[in-house]
């Protein structure tokens, strides 16, 4: 059953949940939701703990844009070995520093659950939807696919192919995660979401079910995808909506719907973030 993208009167309402939320999406200083891209933080020059600060220019958009990254604690120490990445995309209101919170991996990789792995928290512009703006102000897409990631695999020992690259996220970082590795499933093994807001602002063919259709036999039996939402997550019911589609094209997906929770990461993360980076770990090549 295709998912329709959200309405204005739903996407409204996502956003002044999200910003209302008591989160670490929303610790930085507030951002208008009408606020133009040029108002827009795009670079939050501030390291989230176990990571390291960085900017890249971005010649799409003409303008310096702010990651994070950790690196696990073997990177400097096995010059002759390389590691597979994971994208974690913010959502809406956030920045590099916002979602970025490698504390799960580090304590995964310490009890030897999971390889050593690189995470990557890009700044995808506050309200971005992680599109090309018609306009051509807003770039996010092709910032990350064009640009971030091959400066990724240039400057890091990473493991630069397909089966070396994953995505998770956010909101609408959870959205973008689920698109791109439809849209890019040459470019990604998995994606891992929290309360996507699935299709939000999509036009035409720009969606995660055209996109899955498209690409199905490329996605089929060798793309790992998984969703969590909360159960009173004004999400869940376009995540339902979702999954007969995932069915019907027969992609092997994980989805799980937690009681009692809503449109928070904290409590989110709290329930799902061992289980969600394991899965990705689970997907990503060892070296």
């Keep these: 059953m295709p998912v329709k993208p959200c309405s204005c009167l739903l ?25 133009p891209p040029e108002e827009w933080q795009w670079v939050v020059d501030e390291a989230a703990p176990g990571t390291t600060h960085h900017t890249l220019r971005s010649e799409s958009m003409r303008r310096d844009v702010g990651y994070n990254i950790y690196l696990p604690p ?20 956030g920045s590099e520093r916002s979602d970025a919170d490698p504390s799960m991996v580090r304590r995964l990789i310490a009890a030897g659950r999971i390889a050593d792995v690189i995470y990557v928290y890009p700044n995808g512009g506050h309200f971005s939807k992680y599109r090309d703006w ?15 990631i091959p400066h990724v695999d240039r400057t890091y020992r990473t ?21 791109f590795v439809c849209k890019y499933p040459d470019m990604f093994c998995a994606a891992a979401t929290f309360s996507a807001a699935i299709d939000w ?17 490329k996605i089929r039996g060798r793309t790992g995808l998984m969703m ?13 909506k979702l999954l007969p589609h ?42």
């Excluded at 996502?14 to 930085?28: D, G, N, R, Y």
């Excluded at 720009?206 to 899955?212: K, Q």
């Excluded at 719907?257 to 980076?277: D, F, R, S």
């Design 134 to 148: 018609p306009d051509g102000n807003v770039k996010s897409e092709t910032f990350l696919i064009r640009e971030l």
């Design 74 to 93: 073997s990177y400097e120490q096995s010059l002759d070995r390389r590691y597979p990445v994971v994208y974690f995309l913010h959502g809406a209101g």
């Design 11 to 35: 996407a409204m309402g996502l956003a002044l949940a999200i910003l209302a939320i008591v989160s670490p999406a929303s610790a930085q200083r507030k951002v208008r939701w009408n606020a």
């Design 228 to 240: 969590v939402v909360g159960e009173d997550d004004r999400l869940f019911e376009a995540h339902k």
């Design 201 to 217: 602002g999509a036009e035409g063919d720009d969606t995660i079910v055209a996109y899955s259709r498209a690409n199905a036999d």
């Design 246 to 287: 995932l069915e019907q094209l027969k992609l092997e997906h994980g989805f799980r719907a937690i009681p009692e929770v809503g449109h928070n990461l904290g409590l989110m993360k709290q329930h799902a973030a061992e289980e969600i980076t394991l899965m990705l770990a689970k997907h990503l090549a060892k070296q």
């Design 159 to 179: 493991i630069a192919r397909r089966d070396g690259r994953a995505l998770s996220g956010w909101s609408m970082g959870g959205d973008a995660s689920l698109r």
